[in-house]
């Protein structure tokens, strides 16, 4: 009985240390990938809430969650947002690893049946691994480096949220038109910033050319410069 008594308290202790390592390091990634990639944010986010809610709600929501994010990562890395993104992205990459080295060959994490810490570690990873992504960087870094997490997400999938082959089929058709959404929005995104570039460098050109006519206009006409034109004669 005292063994027992053991098991169930060292086992505790080590979900809940487990479940604050797994909040610490994934959870500021899921949110730069689902809130503040501007690409995932317009082409997979809002377009699902704007399925199931009004305009003002969504816009509310959006709002809180897109600051919320923020804060998360400004908080956990006291840095610039753009350092933020990509330390968050190589933290969870760094807590992915571990989970790897820690599941090993076992099915689930504490065993051969699944426990509250797997499916909460499911529900970090699902969307990772299945969600259409612009960025897809800890995507890859698990298909590679950890098969055998892209394993666990799969057999949670299988064995208890199994979908009906039709829905599985329309499933995977939206999610290849979404990548493909987010293929199109990357394109017109990197355009848009081809034709800055290039209406700015005009502008520029431009703004000196005009820039130089009014000072040799202006020094002119204060008699600063003058022109003279020289006749010989016979």
């Known amino acids: 009985m005292s063994r027992y008594l ?66 998360v990562l400004l908080e956990r890395y006291h840095t610039s947002m753009k350092e933020a993104k990509k330390l968050a992205a190589a933290n969870a990459m760094h807590c992915v690893q571990y989970l790897s080295e820690r599941l090993g060959e ?35 870094f698990i298909n590679w480096n950890c098969p055998n997490i892209h394993a666990f997400v799969f057999r949670i999938l299988e064995n208890y949220l199994d979908l009906p082959a039709l829905e599985k089929e329309e499933h995977y058709e939206r999610m290849g038109r979404i990548q493909h959404d987010i293929e199109c929005y990357k394109d017109m995104m990197a355009q848009r910033a081809l034709n800055r570039a290039k209406y700015s460098m005009k502008n520029v050109l431009a703004f000196a050319t005009v820039a130089v006519a009014l000072s040799i206009a202006c020094a002119y006409y204060t008699g600063c410069v003058s022109f003279s034109s020289t006749t010989s004669g016979a």
């Open 6 to 71: 053991e098991d169930i308290i060292y086992d505790k202790c080590d979900y809940v240390t487990l479940k604050c390592f797994v909040d610490t390091n994934l959870y500021p990634a899921y949110m730069s990938m689902t809130w503040l990639d501007e690409c995932n944010y317009n082409v997979v986010t809002k377009p699902l809430l704007a399925q199931h809610w009004g305009w003002l709600s969504r816009w509310a929501y959006n709002r809180a969650m897109r600051r919320t994010a923020e804060i």
């Open 106 to 140: 076992q099915p689930y994490f504490f065993g051969n049946n699944p426990s509250a810490f797997d499916a909460y570690v499911f529900g970090y990873l699902a969307p990772i691994i299945l969600m259409p992504q612009s960025n897809d960087k800890i995507k890859t």
